[in-house]
Nanobody
Framework: QVQLVESGGGLVQPGGSLSLSCEVS????????MGWYRQAPDNQRELVAT???????NYADFVKGRFTISRDNAKNTLYLQMNEMKPEDTAVYYC?????????WGQGTQVTVSS
């Protein structure tokens, strides 16, 4: 069973920065299509950013220019650097891994943007 464990969430002021990590168990991280999603209270889960096994990235319009997704295959870890944060970025952030029919989610980490 592949496990995804997010870390790095917390409270940040508007305009501030926060970095999330997602450590993935197993030996096949290099092959996974990885993504960050988020879910705010009373909202559906939404895509934030994705990164392919080769490092190609894609971002939701609402985070373009502010967030950066990256991966370190040697450390089996996915990252999300969040800058210029806004109160509307407040949500539980989830890490996701996909490969063919396989898909797995992390447990989520809370991010709160507030003064």
């Amino acid at each position: 069973q592949v496990q995804l464990v997010e870390s790095g969430g917390g409270l940040v002021q508007p305009g501030g920065s926060l970095s999330l990590s997602c450590e993935v168990s197993g030996s096949f991280f290099d092959f996974y299509f990885m993504g960050w999603y988020r879910q705010a209270p009373d909202n559906q889960r939404e895509l934030v950013a994705t990164i392919t096994s080769g490092g190609g990235t894609n971002y939701a319009d609402f985070v373009k220019g502010r967030f950066t997704i990256s991966r370190d295959n040697a450390k089996n870890t996915l990252y999300l650097q969040m800058n210029e944060m806004k109160p509307e970025d407040t949500a539980v952030y989830y890490c996701n891994a996909k490969f063919g029919k396989f898909e797995s989610w992390g447990q989520g980490t809370q991010v709160t943007v507030s003064s």
